[in-house]
Nanobody, 124 residues
Framework: QVQLVESGGGLVQAGGSLRVSCAASGRTFSNNAMGWFRQAPGKEREFVAGISWSGGLTQYTDSVKGRFTISRDNAKNTVYLQMNSLKAEDTAVYYC?????????????????WGQGTQVTVSS
């Protein structure tokens, strides 16, 4: 079983940037795709970004394309989400997740391990 710990959330003004990180332990990190999801108050959890086992394939939800970048460092067992040009609607708890497969997907059921979440708040 893999353990995931997110960090780096916080409060930022609209238009600003923030990077959240997710440190993994417990199984071979480089075998699996990783994803970031978010959940805003009163809304369902949604897929934000995913990255393949090698980092060669990335996937984003439309609302963050061109603003967010997912990356990974397999030597450090860490996945990152760089968030630029943040908007108030990006405010949510951001969760890191480990996929059961080598390639990412938007469906939460494809991920079998989740972090505890980190709060990102964007003030307008």
């Amino acid at each position: 079983q893999v353990q995931l710990v997110e960090s780096g959330g916080g409060l930022v003004q609209a238009g600003g940037s923030l990077r959240v990180s997710c440190a993994a332990s417990g199984r071979t990190f480089s075998n699996n795709a990783m994803g970031w999801f978010r959940q805003a108050p009163g809304k369902e959890r949604e897929f934000v970004a995913g990255i393949s086992w090698s980092g060669g394939l990335t996937q984003y939800t439309d609302s963050v394309k061109g603003r967010f970048t997912i990356s990974r460092d397999n030597a450090k067992n860490t996945v990152y989400l760089q968030m630029n040009s943040l908007k108030a609607e990006d405010t949510a708890v951001y969760y890191c997740a480990a996929s059961v497969a080598g390639y990412p997907g938007t469906y939460g059921g494809n991920y079998d391990a989740w972090g505890q979440g980190t709060q990102v708040t964007v003030s307008s």
